[in-house]
């Protein structure tokens, strides 16, 4: 993601198809990866996680890829529903830093 | 929620007063976290605590200062507000200092007129 509100990215999906958003992170050093989703004003809710020690995860419906060659994060969301709209933040741990580092988020719509 | 609440969910103050936000959880959560929320710059970590009356700077500190006096409750305190400070605020919990997820509070709307 690169920004969030007005400049924020953006992906349109059928009801239905599958959707990727995708997230590049800052600290090589990081060893826990993190996806929230947040609806309109509300917090961030956690949707899945993963340690750098896998490459992908299952959840429900929703898959984290991990690349730490290239330090890239993605969230697969099969079979898209109307209640998925929201803006998507990934989120890295470790590294030195205490608390979350966030990304700017991405802003998923759903096209019925 | 996690069974966190912030206090004032809004709230529109003038430049130069003080502030203070108030999360309250019920978790018995060790670390608790003030994040700030802005178009443009996503979540951004402003302080915390890793215990009673043990709190740490984060990103964005300047202008802000916190307290714990018990486990359940983290204040963050604008001394004196400024339009800079115009966000959304967001209280977080967790369990360990690192490597683990945090719950979220429902944010609280702060508008410095």
């Given at each position: 993601g690169e920004s969030v509100g007005l400049h924020l990215?953006?992906?349109?999906?059928?009801?239905?198809?599958?959707?990727?958003?995708?997230?590049?992170?800052?600290?090589?050093a990081s060893d826990y990866f993190i996806w929230y989703k947040q609806e309109s004003?509300?917090?961030?809710?956690?949707?899945?996680?993963?340690?750098?020690?896998?490459?992908?995860r299952?959840?429900?419906?929703?898959?984290?890829?991990?690349n730490k060659t290239v330090k890239h994060l993605s969230l697969q969301i099969a079979a898209t529903q109307p209640g998925d709209s929201a803006v998507y933040f990934c989120a890295e741990?470790?590294?030195?830093a205490d608390g979350l580092t966030f990304g700017k988020g991405t802003h998923l719509i759903i096209q019925p | 929620d996690a069974g966190i609440t912030q206090s004032p969910r809004h709230k529109v103050t003038e430049t130069g007063t003080p502030v203070t936000l108030r999360c309250h959880q019920t978790e018995n959560h060790r670390y608790m976290y003030w994040y700030r929320q802005d178009?443009?710059?996503g979540l951004r970590l402003i302080h915390y605590s890793y215990g009673v009356k043990d709190t740490d700077k984060g990103e964005v500190s300047d202008g802000?200062?916190?307290?714990?006096?018990?486990?359940?409750?983290f204040l963050l305190t604008l001394e004196s507000a400024t339009s800079s400070q115009t966000s959304v605020y967001f209280c977080a919990i967790s369990d360990l200092r690192m490597n683990t997820e945090a719950f979220f509070g429902q944010g609280t709307r702060l508008t410095v007129v």
């Open positions: 990215p953006t992906l349109s999906v059928q009801e239905g198809d599958n959707s990727i958003i995708n997230c590049a992170y800052s600290n090589s004003g509300k917090g961030p809710q956690f949707i899945i996680d993963i340690r750098s020690n896998m490459d992908k299952q959840g429900q419906r929703v898959t984290v890829l991990l741990s470790g590294g030195g | 178009p443009g710059h802000y200062s916190v307290s714990r006096s018990k486990t359940e409750d």
